[in-house]
Structures are given as C-alpha cells and as structure tokens.
C-alpha cells in the first residue's frame, strides 16, 4: 500500500515511516513532485491538517494524510497551540532572539515558551497530533467526480514543561517537554521510545489499525 504524506519534513517522515513499518510505503511531497509551501491558514489544528491533505488530494489525485501537532499549555490557556512552529515568530512575541522572526525556529520558540512560564508553578502540557485521511471511495455513477472520504485521528499525550533544555534528540520542543511518568524529556528518550508513546505516534497508530483493516 502506498499513501503520500503531505510534508517534506524529514523528522516527521522518519518518526511516521518508523511507526507504520514496511507494511505501508509513505511517500513524501517530494516524492510525488510536489514543491508547494502549502498553506496553514486554518485556526485549529484539525484546519490545517484538513487543509494540507485536501491540497494534496485535489492536485495530485492521490489518498493522503496531512498532520498539524500544537504543544498546549495550561497556564497560558491552551498556547502555542495552533502557533507552535511559529510561536517566536508572532508580532506579540515578548523576547527578542535570533530567529525570533522565523517560522519553525524551534531555538526561539522554546526561549519564548521559557519566558512566558517564567514564575508560573503549574507547567502542566499536553502535545496533540490530529491526522487527517483522504481516501478515494469510489466513482460517481456518471463518472462526472469521485468519492472521497475523510478521516481524522488524534493522538494527545500529556505532560509538563521543564525549566531549561534537556538532551539533544528529536526535534520542536523536545528539550523542555517531559511526558507523564518519565523523569527524562523526550529529546532525551530518544526516537525509540518517543516513537511509542509520542501524541504522533498514537494518532499515526490509529491511522495505521485503519488502513490495514479497511
């Protein structure tokens, strides 16, 4: 089985291709020629994933699956959320750093996150992935379009925001995120473990049960 994966992240498509295994070959934007910086305009997660596979599937006529993870936070009422990966980059930001004014500036979104906890004693976090499906069902009986059906999985995992950095694996807000019941962040958990128990790796499971039973 073959299914594109609407990004070019390397980290996302190593973490998903792990996941999934060699039963489903997942392909990446690249793979199928796509080289659009396609748009994350929507104001929830579930949007944006929306979005980026219904992209994908309108203009390469291909099943797909697009995904958007917010790292939300309850002291600062559910932020970054839907403005994780460009959290440092938004005009209200307080902290002027390099990269400050970049997208997907993991650096200054984690000195961002850090100053906004500062003094604040509940660091209570949760990460949540939503994945959106795109699937050809079947044809319209004139042939005029197709029959598509959209899926959505979620995966959340809960946990808290430490002080400072720790370890060096995996990627965004790794450093400064320790799930519940481990004293390690999953920067230093590393990808094997990450890669079971991650709010990715639990929506990308759920994905995985539907496409090889359906």
Do not use: W
């Not at 792990?18 to 039963?23: A, K, T, V």
């Not at 002027?96 to 004014?101: D, H, I, L, P, Y």
Request: proline share 3%.
């Amino acid at each position: 089985m073959k299914i594109v994966f609407a990004t070019n992240n390397k980290h996302k498509l190593d973490e998903i291709r792990s996941i999934l295994g060699d039963s489903i070959e997942v392909l990446s934007l690249k793979d199928i020629g796509c080289n659009v910086d396609i748009p994350e305009t929507g104001k929830t997660l579930e949007e944006n994933a929306l979005q980026k596979a219904q992209y994908v599937y309108d203009n390469y006529h291909i099943d797909c699956f697009a995904d958007d993870t917010g790292l939300e936070v309850e002291a600062l009422d559910g932020a970054p959320g839907v403005y994780s990966a460009r959290y440092a980059a938004l005009p209200d930001n307080p902290v002027k750093s390099e990269g400050a004014t970049s997208s997907h500036d993991s650096d200054a979104n984690m000195t961002r996150l850090l100053y906004e906890l500062n003094g604040k004693d509940n660091r209570k976090a949760r990460f949540r992935t939503v994945i959106a499906l795109i699937q050809k069902k079947d044809v319209c009986p004139c042939g005029c379009t197709s029959i598509k059906e959209i899926l959505k999985f979620e995966g959340i995992v809960e946990g808290e925001i430490i002080k400072e950095r720790r370890g060096v694996e995996g990627f965004g807000y790794d450093p400064i995120f320790q799930p519940d019941g481990y004293d390690k962040t999953f920067a230093e958990l590393g990808m094997d473990i990450k890669n079971h128990i991650s709010h990715r790796a639990r929506a990308t499971q759920k994905l995985a049960e539907f496409l090889l039973n359906n």
